[in-house]
């Protein structure tokens, strides 16, 4: 089977572009479970709930999200009501709205556990991500076929000890944050599938999707203004893993540039 992941959607732009664009990407590479990274849906950079709902009714199951998700207060109950199918780190306080993981089912039947966690160099202060997901691990056994892991994090470092810590036991893991595509995709040698980071869904001549001319200003001259939404040219980035169906190792995993 193929599951499809996407990178932080950029604004309502990205959220635009992705949707003209899922179903098509979905059929051509035939498909059977998308996982589309929300956390900068909105264009205050936080999660929109009108856009989750938009990217779920164009093909994508299951929304994780990152260091941004519950920067405002609207999303609380929609985490909440949704916790199914949109999903938050799952190593932020256990009293955080929402929950950190789900297990839906794909197009073939299988049982897919997705669980988002979040790194710790460089963010938000979180629990341990490899604690915690180990105990999502153990809770859930038996009650899921295939693990997926959106890891949310900075270092690369980190994010590579995360790939070889559940090397073999999350069969899918990739990258999330940087918004920059990393080109180290592999199979490691215990049946996982790992990148480091699968990039942005958002404007191409940006600075990691935000206008340029305000996001050097903060470089430069240490001032700060307002976050425009940029204009221009989209891409869509993100991998495909193939999984197989028997040993639910991953056999494949491929990036997409659209
Ligand atoms: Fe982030």
Known sequence: MNILCLGDVQFQSGVKYV??????????????????????????????????????????????????????????????????????PVNLPYLAPGKGYTVQKAKNGMRILVINAMGQITMDPCDSPFLTVDKVLEKEKGYYDIAVCDFHAEATSEKNAFGYYFNGRIHCIFGTHTHVATADERLLDKGSGFITDVGMCGVTDSIIGAEIDTALQKFVSRTFTKKKQPAGKMMINGVIFTVDNQTHYCTDIKRIKY
């Open 19 to 88: 949707c003209q664009n899922l179903p098509k990407i979905i059929r051509e590479n035939d498909i059977d479970f998308t996982v589309v990274n929300g956390e900068n849906t909105s264009d205050y950079s936080t999660l929109d709930i009108y856009a989750a709902e938009e990217l779920f009714s164009r093909g994508a199951d299951v929304i994780t999200g990152g260091n941004h998700t519950l920067q405002r207060a609207e999303v609380y109950e929609y985490l909440d009501n949704k916790s199914d199918k949109c999903i938050r």
